[in-house]
């Protein structure tokens, strides 16, 4: 577990997080609470390196096949 949060940082987890500090910020600022249940999406993607595709983190849609 301590390995998948510590491994594998990439740009796009990196911004995820940066997000979620971002609007816990504003959420607290605006004192609009309901964003913080936003804020928890975007860090719980960014802490376990999930998305909101698939646990893969691909949005791949497998191409049809004819069948006759």
Wanted: proline share 1%; hydrophobic share 50%.
């Amino acid at each position: 577990m301590r390995e998948r949060v510590l491994k594998d940082w990439n740009f796009m987890r990196a911004i995820k997080l940066i997000v979620a500090i971002y609007i816990c910020y504003q959420a607290v600022d605006l004192h609009e609470y309901l964003l913080f249940l936003l804020a928890a999406l975007f860090f719980y993607q960014s802490i376990w390196n999930v998305s909101s595709c698939a646990m893969s983190g691909s949005c791949e849609v497998k191409p049809r096949t004819k069948t006759d």
